[in-house]
């Protein structure tokens, strides 16, 4: 071979060796949006929100796959031991990174197996009580606990969670013993407090919100730096005197961890795309949520600053999933 061949041939391979690694016409069959959820809950609702309009704009099927059980944790070992190749994404809350902190044994790391792939939507909790409890207030309920704390128990969407933080702060801010009864998500906990099985619980707006149009339930406080632009009459758990609940909570999707970097960049273009959508960003926020159209590197940060927040809480808390 000659000079002149050899490095006419170089320069081809330097110019198509790129091309071998990206993604040759991503997505070429089904994804799946993996929600450990049941069908119902707002995970399970944006999920079918999104894969109605990726659909189409991919030329493939967007498949919600609801696989609720163990806090998470059946969803999410179903996507890490699945394949990387951006056929399969996790649709998930902060509790599925918080599994290490919260198990004796847990079969993967979560904050290292699977990496964020886009954000969908923020909103905070809202704290809420059966019409039957006389309390409007937060400081209102207190009273009522501590004289008789036999009668009240608190339901959240599952242990961990950010609602199950927020009660173990209360606790302690307010010098009470709730009772912590933990659902297997919102899905279930809500029916549970409109029938006052329990009568104090915590859960995000849009599963709430024709309970507490209907009179079924009272709004007392909701998380949040700031008043929620949804329920701007409600104070925050800042002002009701509970610190540390400042940041928004976060619907994200995450990708196992050795999905390639070009395909999560595809989806991520493409959450973020759908998300701009006005007909999207209109149901999302009949939901009560605001979407969330940020970048990698952003939604990233937002994790950090959540895990930073929540571990030590878990950690002085001692919650257990075991």
Known sequence: MDRRNFLALTAAASLTGPAWAQPAHWPQGPVRLVVPFPPGGPSDVLARILAERLAPKWGVPVIVDNKPGASTLVGASAVVNGPHDGS????TVSVTLRLPLMLA????????????????????????????????????LMRLVKAEPAKYSFGTYGVGSAAHLALIEINKAAGVNLVHIPYKGS?????AVVAGDVPIGMSNLGTLKPHIQSGKVRAIAVTGGER????????????????????????????????????IAKFNEALRET?????????????????APISLEEFQKMVER??????PMIRASGVRLD
Do not use: C, H
């Not at 079969?107 to 009580?129: C, Q, S, Y």
């Not at 998300?275 to 979407?291: G, H, T």
């Not at 959540?306 to 571990?311: G, L, R, S």
């Open 88 to 91: 399969a994404f996790l649709v």
């Open 105 to 140: 044994t847990v079969p993967f790391d979560p904050n290292k197996e699977l990496v964020p792939a886009g954000a969908i939507a923020t909103e905070p909790l809202m704290l809420v009580v059966n019409s039957n409890v006389k309390a409007n207030t937060l400081a209102e």
């Open 187 to 191: 899905t279930l906990l809500v029916p």
């Open 228 to 263: 929620y632009r949804f329920a701007p009459e409600v104070p925050t758990l800042a002002e009701s005197g509970i610190k540390g609940f400042d940041s928004p909570l976060w619907l994200g999707v995450f990708a196992p961890a050795r999905t390639p970097k070009p395909i």
């Open 275 to 291: 998300l701009r959508l006005p007909e999207v960003a209109k149901r999302i926020q009949d939901y009560s949520q605001d979407p």
């Open 306 to 311: 959540d895990n930073e927040t929540a571990f």
